[in-house]
């Protein structure tokens, strides 16, 4: 029903551009700039394959040796909403 809502708004919009000014031209060039929008986002994706517990295990090894925070306790990021000092 909502869809159905959406539906009949969306006609009413581009019935409203059509009696405007230009109407023809901005229905036109919503439509070009809609297509490859709608392209992308009908686009399949593909998934990522379903891990056994072992697998997860592998495959998050090497997470474990990371930092937690990369940027944590770095000087030039403690101090970053400060301009830079000139060298004196």
Do not use: Y
């Not at 869809?3 to 919009?13: M, T």
């Not at 000014?21 to 060039?29: E, I, L």
């Not at 474990?64 to 990021?77: I, L, M, V």
Request: aromatic share 4%.
């Amino acid at each position: 029903m909502r869809d159905l809502a959406v539906l009949f708004l969306h006609l009413l919009v581009t019935v409203a551009r059509l009696a405007g000014p230009g109407g023809a031209r901005a229905v036109v060039a919503e439509s070009v700039l809609v297509k490859p929008q709608l392209l992308i986002l009908n686009r399949c994706r593909k998934r990522s394959p379903n891990l056994r517990p072992a697998g997860r295990m592998v495959a998050g090894a090497p997470h474990a040796s990371w930092p937690a925070d990369p940027f944590r306790g770095r000087p030039e990021t403690l101090n970053a909403r400060e301009p830079p000092s000139s060298a004196d």
